[in-house]
């Protein structure tokens, strides 16, 4: 497999390119000349910031009026490959329209997927990219055996997003075929939930809870510290699943891959699941009651206490120095 | 209203087991449950079918194992097709996806519920490649789904909250951990479900050809295993009261407060 064009699904919203995107074009130019952006949406309104991140077009389908980005833009993308101007490689992020495209388009194109990439490389004429399993103590390297187009879900921050000064890119239409009866599903409104803190994949500080809380009342704990350090709330599958948060608040393996420069995990033993989503903090501090717990295994810093004791004195110290 | 849910038989994850160095896959001979993400979904399809509908279960697995199917069917399915087949072995998730798609073809349902990725292999893709092997419309990561007529009305998440999508019937959804409460079998439930038809087919039944799936039919190859970098353990203390002290320090020294 020729490796000179790669697409880039592009998401954004409001007009802000995701940082997912960025990421994603900052590692495609190291693997091919040609870099174009895939988007559902007005091409017009990113073509300035990803231009400056490297991309050189922008295949654009205009609004989509409510239709799923899944099937259209895998319908869109499968029509370009049919007629001869598609890419050899699309990179894709982990999120949640993204695994959509990325589903969709493998059956189009009856081609896999290589799926929770973190890291890619090209080696002999094809790509091959490395998932992490285990809770990323064992990395599997997986790669394509056919000359299909290569679809990749690549997990969010596994590449730095660098802009290289790059002008406009130009912007071209990219035409959506009618998807028939498996298009017919349509977003009727769009809800934005208020947080008056960072995001928690784009957090400086994660303030993360698990089981070891007792009870889901004393989330609030977490939610506190997470206020007072100016950070996000997360939280571990168990509590996800038992319902005190809601999913999109976890960190893992399922969910969030957050990669802040301080996080504090209080009552999470640290699962395989957990720690694949936070390992790659720069500085992780765990308070847990159980020195066995393996969070203490990665911790720079743990605690072997009571979250009951140590998070309600720490609240106390971090709001008397104000 | 025809309800088929998909579910995964599963290693326990509390004892996630290796890769087999020969073939390269998760080593599969224990026993299975039930993942734990599928629980939602059949919870939800139980809901939504309420005393008129049907529920049913649809799964691949080796060694005809049924033990996770069985506490599904306890929690109150009616029954299941289980595909199991030595030539699945090696499967990818598209192949995955062209086996149980055919497999919930054979019931015409007028709704395909979906966990929106299985705990042990997470590769997130087989729901959506389902519904586009069905010709189906779908809504993936739903956190509320009400039934009106012939419509489905989904919260979908998004990265900054939700979207409400409408969807016609016969579609597919996947649900999102903690999307309702699953219920957990009775014990009548669990007898009861010892007598419920489960029905197993091959490759061959679905009218799929063996040399197309398995190993034959994944389009990718594992090229090698290596034990990433590890991350080394810091300083563990003792909490005797004054542990919040070190973490204010630690967070000082860091100069992010």
Known sequence: ?322 | MNIVVCVKQIPDPADPGALDPETKTLKRDVKLILDESDSYGVEMALQLAGDEGTVSLVSMAPNSEVGGLRTALAMGAESAVLVSDDALKGSDALTTAKVLAAAIAKSSPDLVIAATESSDGYTGTVPEQIAALMDLPSVTFAKEIALDGGTAKVKRQTESGYDSVECPLPCLVSVTAGVVEPRYPSFKGIMAAKAKPVEEVTVADLGLDAGSVGWAGAGQEIVSIEDAPAREAGEVIEDEGDAHERIVAFLDELKVL
């Open chain 1, 1 to 322: 497999m020729g490796l000179s064009k790669i697409w880039v699904f592009g998401e954004a919203s409001d007009g802000t390119v995701a940082s997912i995107t960025l990421e994603l074009l900052a590692k495609a130019r190291e693997l091919a000349d040609t870099v174009e952006v895939v988007f559902g949406g007005d091409g017009d309104a990113i073509a300035a910031s990803v231009g400056e991140h490297g991309a050189t077009g922008v295949q654009a389908t205009g609004d989509l009026a409510g239709a799923m980005q899944g099937v259209s833009i895998a319908n869109a993308v499968a029509a370009a490959v049919e007629a001869g101007t598609g890419p050899d490689a699309i990179l894709i992020g982990t999120t949640y329209d993204g695994r959509d495209v990325a589903g969709r388009l493998s059956v189009k194109l009856d081609a896999p997927v290589i799926t929770n990439v973190v890291d890619l490389e090209v080696a002999g004429d094809r790509l091959v990219g490395t998932e992490p399993v285990f809770g990323g103590v064992t990395n599997v390297k997986t790669g394509f055996t056919g000359d299909k187009v290569a679809i990749l879900l690549v997990r969010p921050k596994s590449f730095t997003a660098e802009p290289t000064g790059g002008g406009a890119a130009a912007v071209s239409a990219l035409a959506v075929p009618d998807g028939g009866a498996a298009a017919a599903a349509k977003v009727t409104d769009r809800f934005v939930e208020e947080s008056d803190g960072p995001k928690l994949d784009e957090a400086a500080i994660v303030v993360s809870g698990g089981r070891g809380l007792g009870e889901s009342d004393k989330f609030d704990m977490v939610e506190s510290l997470a206020k007072l350090l100016k950070g996000a709330p997360g939280a571990s599958r168990a509590i996800v699943d038992a319902g005190w948060v809601p999913y999109s608040y976890q960190v893992g393996q399922t969910g969030k891959v957050v990669k802040p420069s301080v996080y504090i995990a209080a009552g999470i033993s640290g699962a395989t699941q957990h720690l694949v989503g936070m390992k790659g903090a720069a500085n992780i501090i765990a308070i847990n009651k159980d020195p066995e717990a393996p969070i203490f295994g990665i911790a720079d810093l743990g605690i072997v206490g009571d979250v009951h004791k140590v998070m309600p004195k720490l609240i106390e110290a971090l709001e008397a120095r104000g």
